[in-house]
């Protein structure tokens, strides 16, 4: 515990750059040293002068803060020098020197996660293209890394969490800021069914271009990023100029030539990315990798045709479906009418309220509930 508030007090700093932080602890054989620094020893190791004034505020408030509440809320801190911090992630050139993970983190080097994004303005074609290969690179056995931005990102990670996956969202804000506010119900649900990631501490302030860095902790901990659409200047393009900086794979989608808003994935495939129209062409690339293939993984992912979209269940409102977990299936059991608040549901099943909160995201996310203003919630017929 002692080195570790040198961390994240490091991690609390703002103003500093990523790459300034990490090389800074390289060069002092970690934070401590830094923390104890004078003003000219950091400006020798490489901050420039603004980075040194910031990193002279040697108060440890903010840390004790974010300490205090990472153990209050369940959140894991990760550092460098932790054996349980992420290989893929350490080996890039500006690794976040500390990781914030809320929900259970995958053994990030022993399985293929696959970023999957693209613009936050999709087309209905990249929303689909999105969404598809989110569903199926889960049911073949991967797990999808994005960015819980609206558009592409949001469609792939929502298409995963249908297929029963495990997913990561990498934050661009601090770990416990929900951003955009109206994908608080997909927050919830990836952090019930894989993980939340930030290099934020909770509370912490952030600013837009902390979103870029963002970028590079999603394809750090990928093998390889799929661009489902991207215009030619886009965030979704410095993510995949990320991925090509740290050697992963990049895939993108085909599109109309005419598109302006898949013009960044034709220039993409121009320059060599990965064509892919489907999760079965990333899964080829990874075949003679015996150490990242998915166990569930076959050879030739079957499609199976289906006489309703797949967003739409039909539900006996006597029975609760058998294949759901218990407590989703105690909530639906629960909701004897429409628009019953999340107290009420809370108090009918009996259920912790954590517990309740988890399950009726994923029974929202999964497309059983509803959910209008006030958190109430009505079961679909």
């Not at 090389?23 to 901050?47: N, Q, T």
């Not at 960015?147 to 601090?174: H, Y």
């Not at 930030?198 to 661009?227: C, H, Q, W």
Request: charged share 25%; glycine share 8%; aromatic share 6%.
């Amino acid at each position: 515990m002692a080195r570790l508030k040198y961390w994240v007090w490091l991690s609390c700093v703002g103003g500093v750059r990523p790459i300034t932080k990490y090389r800074l602890c390289e060069a002092m054989d970690g934070p401590e040293k830094l923390f104890f620094a004078g003003r000219d020893e950091i400006l020798a190791a490489g901050a420039t002068e603004a980075e040194a004034d910031r990193l002279a505020d040697k108060s440890m408030a903010g840390a004790s803060r974010a300490i205090s509440s990472c153990a209050e809320r369940g959140i894991t801190i990760l550092t460098l020098q932790d054996a349980t911090y992420p290989e893929r992630l350490r080996n890039i050139p500006d690794p976040p020197v500390v990781l914030y993970v809320w929900g259970q983190l995958p053994a990030v080097d022993e399985h293929l996660l696959i970023a999957v994004i693209g613009t936050r303005r999709p087309s209905p074609y990249g929303m689909r293209m999105a969404a598809k290969l989110g569903g199926e690179l889960t049911e073949g056995g991967g797990i999808v890394v994005s960015g819980l931005a609206e558009g592409c990102d949001s469609a792939a990670m929502e298409a995963a969490l249908r297929a029963g996956g495990r997913t990561v969202g990498v934050l661009g804000t601090a770990i416990d800021v929900v951003y955009p506010a109206k994908h608080r119900s997909l927050f919830e649900a990836v952090k019930a069914n894989g993980a939340l990631v930030s290099e934020y501490a909770p509370g912490m302030r952030t600013f837009p271009a902390d979103f870029k860095a963002r970028n590079r902790i999603i394809s750090g901990l990928s093998v390889g990023v799929v661009v489902a659409e991207a215009p030619i200047r886009s965030g979704t393009r410095v993510t995949a100029n990320f991925a090509l900086d740290q050697g992963r794979d990049v895939f993108a989608v085909p599109g109309n030539a005419d598109a302006a808003s898949m013009a960044g994935c034709n220039d993409l495939l121009a320059h060599g990315a990965i064509v892919t129209t489907c999760g079965a062409d990333i899964f080829a690339e990874y075949r003679s990798r015996n150490d990242l293939l998915p166990q569930k993984m076959t050879a030739t992912p079957i499609k199976k045709e289906i006489d309703k979209p797949k967003d739409i269940v039909y539900i006996d409102l006597s029975e609760a479906p058998e294949n759901l977990p218990a407590d989703q299936r105690a909530i639906l059991r629960a909701m004897t009418r429409s628009e019953m608040h999340a107290d009420e549901i809370i108090e009918a099943t009996g259920l912790p309220a954590a517990a309740a909160l988890a399950a009726l995201t994923m029974l929202q996310v999964t497309g059983y509930i509803t959910q209008s203003a006030g958190r109430r919630y009505t079961r679909k017929q």
